[in-house]
Nanobody, 123 residues
């Protein structure tokens, strides 16, 4: 069973920064994709950023960002700790949401979700 442990949410003023972490059980090769989604009150859950592990012929990872966070957020991964991070800079009130870690199993292609962590951007 995949276990995901998220941390790093909180309250921050506009223009501030936060870093979210999501540690996953097992090795990094257990997951094809690791990423972050968010859901604001009354809105649908949306992709924030994802990182897809490179294949056997193309070893480079592929990174994808929502247009609304490009240039402000950075997703990264620690292969030893099997952890994905989301560095969020220049935060705006519209970034307020519950942020969910999301991973896809390499073997089963099943998707797993973290418990969610609240990010609130307010003065």
């Amino acid at each position: 069973q995949v276990q995901l442990v998220e941390s790093g949410g909180g309250l921050v003023q506009p223009g501030g920064s936060l870093r979210l972490s999501c540690g996953a059980s097992g090795s990094i090769f257990s997951y094809n994709v690791m990423g972050w989604y968010r859901q604001a009150p009354g809105k649908q859950r949306e992709l924030v950023a994802s990182i897809t592990r490179g294949g056997r012929t193309n070893y480079a990872d592929s990174v994808n960002y929502a247009d609304s966070v490009k240039g402000r957020f950075t997703i990264s991964r620690d292969n030893v700790k099997t952890t994905v991070y989301l560095q969020m800079n220049s935060l705006k009130p519209e970034d307020t949401a519950v942020y969910y870690c999301n991973v896809q199993s390499s073997s089963t292609l099943r998707v797993y979700w973290g418990q969610g962590t609240q990010v609130t951007v307010s003065s």
